[in-house]
């Protein structure tokens, strides 16, 4: 019998010498300007730390501005709006001459508190490979010794059809579908209302991207991300959205771009509360049993299930899913 001293945590018992997969919150929140990136610090306050902050460089820096752009997001992410240091930034693309600029600016000025850096319109493995060494490059000749995630959006031709290998780069944490210029990129070939619902998950082309993304993320420890749902204002559209990226697809995450978008994806994605009260049983049973395997409500369990359900209550704590006082006791004391 394990005394209470022994017993083993499951991130020890479970991932031991491995990489674990990474439990990031299910929505990011896209903000453009210094105005709506400190109502989306304002928002985490508000509604609690369950989504992350995309600074944009990309879409939000006027031409001719790119400096000044990313030196505000360096000021406001190192201020103390930037309470829980959940905000990455995303930076211009490789044709853009500003992208190497970005770079040096954001990892120079707020590489100690930068969650990560958006990559988009990669075009090849080549690209994105060169991108993240640059990025490695500027934390090392600033001193910054942690490892910066990466986010890569797969919205070319040439980045899908390297989307595998893409994947297996050092540093990359999510790939991004980005649907929008995925369709342009088609010349036609798909319909405007693909970029909406039903259209989005249902034409084949896009059916196929999407599951071909998402395989080779999760095949390589990386968090697939769905695009965004171009209507702002309807919450129900939103969520209709994300539960199909999440149920049907598994994407694990989703963008937001209006402030009303972030609960309906964050409820969407959030695990099963009576899978969470399972899991929590389960994995207290085996934690005891020393995690050997063990029988619960007349089923096997071993560590192939207690390793889903360890992501699946540590999915529970980030986006607030009640978790039974035992558990949370025993795993997030």
């Given at each position: 019998?394990?005394?209470?001293?022994?017993?083993?945590?499951?991130?020890?018992?479970?991932?031991?010498?491995?990489?674990?997969?990474?439990?990031?919150?299910?929505?990011?929140?896209?903000?453009?300007?210094?105005?709506?990136?400190?109502?989306?610090?304002?928002?985490?306050?508000?509604?609690?730390?369950?989504?992350?902050?995309?600074?944009?460089?990309?879409?939000?820096?006027?031409?001719?501005?790119?400096?000044?752009?990313?030196?505000?997001?360096?000021?406001?992410?190192?201020?103390?709006?930037?309470?829980?240091?959940?905000?990455?930034?995303?930076?211009?693309?490789?044709?853009?001459?500003?992208?190497?600029?970005?770079?040096?600016?954001?990892?120079?000025?707020?590489?100690?508190?930068?969650?990560?850096?958006?990559?988009?319109?990669?075009?090849?493995?080549?690209?994105?490979?060169?991108?993240?060494?640059?990025?490695?490059?500027?934390?090392?000749?600033?001193?910054?010794?942690?490892?910066?995630?990466?986010?890569?959006?797969?919205?070319?031709?040439?980045?899908?059809?390297?989307?595998?290998?893409?994947?297996?780069?050092?540093?990359?944490?999510?790939?991004?579908?980005?649907?929008?210029?995925?369709?342009?990129?088609?010349?036609?070939?798909?319909?405007?209302?693909?970029?909406?619902?039903?259209?989005?998950?249902?034409?084949?082309?896009?059916?196929?991207?999407?599951?071909?993304?998402?395989?080779?993320?999760?095949?390589?420890?990386?968090?697939?991300?769905?695009?965004?749902?171009?209507?702002?204002?309807?919450?129900?559209?939103?969520?209709?959205?994300?539960?199909?990226?999440?149920?049907?697809?598994?994407?694990?995450?989703?963008?937001?771009?209006?402030?009303?978008?972030?609960?309906?994806?964050?409820?969407?994605?959030?695990?099963?509360?009576?899978?969470?009260?399972?899991?929590?049983?389960?994995?207290?049973?085996?934690?005891?049993?020393?995690w050997g395997p063990i029988q619960y409500d007349g089923e096997l369990h071993d560590r192939a299930t207690y390793r889903y359900f360890w992501e699946i209550l540590q999915k529970a704590k980030l986006t607030k899913v009640a978790i039974p006082a035992e558990a949370a006791q025993a795993f997030f004391s």
């Amino acid at each position: 019998m394990v005394t209470t001293q022994q017993l083993v945590h499951p991130k020890d018992a479970l991932f031991s010498g491995e990489k674990s997969f990474p439990i990031i919150p299910s929505c990011e929140h896209f903000a453009g300007s210094e105005k709506l990136i400190l109502k989306a610090l304002s928002m985490q306050d508000t509604i609690g730390p369950v989504f992350d902050i995309t600074c944009d460089c990309e879409d939000g820096a006027q031409a001719g501005q790119e400096r000044d752009h990313a030196e505000m997001i360096v000021r406001v992410l190192t201020s103390e709006a930037n309470k829980h240091q959940m905000a990455g930034a995303r930076i211009h693309d490789y044709t853009h001459p500003a992208w190497k600029q970005d770079v040096d600016i954001l990892v120079g000025g707020a590489g100690q508190v930068l969650s990560y850096i958006t990559i988009p319109k990669c075009t090849s493995y080549a690209q994105a490979s060169e991108m993240i060494a640059y990025i490695q490059k500027t934390a090392t000749f600033n001193g910054i010794e942690r490892e910066i995630p990466v986010h890569i959006l797969i919205e070319t031709h040439g980045a899908l059809k390297t989307v595998h290998e893409i994947a297996t780069l050092p540093w990359v944490q999510v790939l991004d579908f980005g649907l929008m210029d995925f369709v342009s990129g088609h010349h036609g070939a798909i319909p405007a209302s693909a970029m909406r619902s039903p259209g989005q998950f249902e034409h084949r082309l896009l059916a196929r991207a999407k599951a071909e993304l998402v395989a080779a993320a999760l095949a390589n420890g990386v968090v697939p991300a769905h695009n965004v749902t171009l209507d702002l204002k309807n919450v129900d559209t939103t969520h209709s959205d994300a539960s199909r990226a999440r149920n049907e697809f598994g994407f694990l995450r989703m963008w937001s771009i209006y402030p009303t978008q972030i609960e309906a994806i964050v409820d969407a994605m959030k695990p099963n509360f009576d899978e969470v009260q399972d899991g929590a049983n389960i994995l207290l049973a085996a934690q005891k049993a020393d995690w050997g395997p063990i029988q619960y409500d007349g089923e096997l369990h071993d560590r192939a299930t207690y390793r889903y359900f360890w992501e699946i209550l540590q999915k529970a704590k980030l986006t607030k899913v009640a978790i039974p006082a035992e558990a949370a006791q025993a795993f997030f004391s």
